[in-house]
């Protein structure tokens, strides 16, 4: 039985997801280049690696929650990765959504070495990541797969397997063409019943029971309600994931207006200093471009 997990990311969800697995009585080894989430988790009992490769030399399964395709590719591949210290048989779960074609390299290359990758990406934004509650999507072989149930199980909710290399992370692409497309549609929603004069409470208990209600829609309105934007579910990765979605379909010659649509929008929150901002303050980038038009 696994009973030791890497964890290498400690960010918005990283965090979160690692607290879960050291809550769910494994010993966690963790690794961040940002020393003070580090100090959070240790508070928390978890112990620390100086490299990636320190610490696969201790885990046969290490977790990933990066930012991007690069991270990913340095921290499995790179000087002091992964790779180089990782016992045969070994699993890397990387729960970051990035570029399909460099989950496939980063798959082949482990596996040439008799080592497994499950692209594992996640849904559930920031409240799904603290509650153990996230949709876990999983691509690879299946008996690392099913090796690692126990350990996917302590950080989500809903986990399916979805069948070799490559399906979550498609499957996670679909999801987030999507997500874009709804946190423009319920801000620019939101815009228009603030004009009519609705109450947000009303929003909030209708919209919730109705055909208009989504998780987007939930997180928009407890943002909202907290008052609170900067961090969260942050404007630089759904960016970030709408430009890997109209990549790919750029290649596979599909047409993604919608999605095209919203990363205009939220490139322009971007471009305005929102990065670091919750998408739900996508809103508030729609209001001063209106008012900059009229």
Aim: charged fraction near 20%.
């Amino acid at each position: 039985m696994v009973s030791r997990i890497g964890f290498i990311g400690l960010g918005v969800m990283g965090s979160k997801m690692s607290k879960n697995l050291l809550k769910g009585g494994y010993e966690v080894v963790v690794y961040n280049r940002s020393r003070p989430a580090v100090e959070e988790l240790l508070r928390s009992g978890a112990v620390a690696a100086a490299s990636p490769e320190e610490m696969a030399r201790t885990c046969e399964v290490v977790v990933l929650s990066l930012s991007d395709s690069k991270g990913v590719e340095e921290t499995v591949l790179g000087a002091k990765g992964l790779v180089h210290g990782l016992a045969p048989g070994s699993v890397v779960i990387d729960t970051s959504t990035i570029d399909v074609a460099i989950t496939m390299k980063v798959a082949s290359a482990l596996e040439e070495r008799g080592f497994h990758l499950l692209d594992a990406p996640v849904s559930g934004g920031p409240e799904g990541a603290g509650a153990g509650t996230l949709s876990i999507m999983v691509g690879g072989d299946r008996s690392a797969f099913e090796r690692c149930e126990g350990v996917l199980g302590k950080m989500g909710k809903r986990v399916f397997y979805l069948g070799g290399s490559g399906s979550g992370m498609k499957m996670k692409l679909f999801n987030q063409a999507l997500v874009g497309v709804y946190f423009v549609a319920v801000a620019e929603a939101y815009l228009w019943s603030q004009k009519l004069g609705v109450k947000l409470e009303d929003l909030q208990n209708v919209i919730s029971t109705s055909w208009g209600d989504s998780p987007p829609f939930r997180h928009f309105v407890s943002v909202l309600e907290s008052g609170e934007f900067k961090g969260g579910a942050l404007v630089r990765n759904l960016k970030k994931d709408l430009s890997i979605v109209l990549a790919s379909a750029e290649r596979e010659g599909a047409s993604m207006s919608l999605a095209e649509l919203a990363q205009q929008y939220i490139s322009k929150a971007s471009e305005m200093g929102r990065d670091d901002y919750d998408i739900s303050s996508i809103y508030q980038i729609l209001d001063e471009m209106k008012s900059g038009s009229d």
